[in-house]
């Protein structure tokens, strides 16, 4: 799942939360990438904590979402 910082009506950080509380493991497991603009150590250690695999800073480029793409399959987070 790659899922914004802001987004309309909601937030990123509620997804995470949402995913990782869900019932169903097939929710709860999956990888989630949080993207921001906003690139304090507050958002990235506030995606760490809400169960994020991943934070990138915008803008991103192809090669540096492939890059954590990969880093997510090859080394998971444990939950």
């Known amino acids: 799942v790659l899922t ?10 509620e ?8 019932k169903s493991d097939m929710y709860k497991f999956m990888p989630v990438m ?6 304090s150590e507050d958002v990235v250690t506030a995606s760490r904590d809400h169960g ?6 915008k803008p991103i480029s192809a090669e540096k ?3 954590r793409i990969l880093a ?7 939950y």
């Open 65 to 67: 979402l492939a890059s």
């Open 4 to 13: 914004d910082w802001m987004m309309p009506g909601s937030s990123g950080l």
């Open 52 to 57: 994020a695999n991943e934070a990138l800073v």
């Open 72 to 78: 997510m399959i090859d080394n998971p987070r444990p």
């Open 15 to 22: 997804l995470i939360q949402w995913l990782r509380n869900h």
């Open 34 to 39: 949080l993207i921001s603009a906003f690139a």
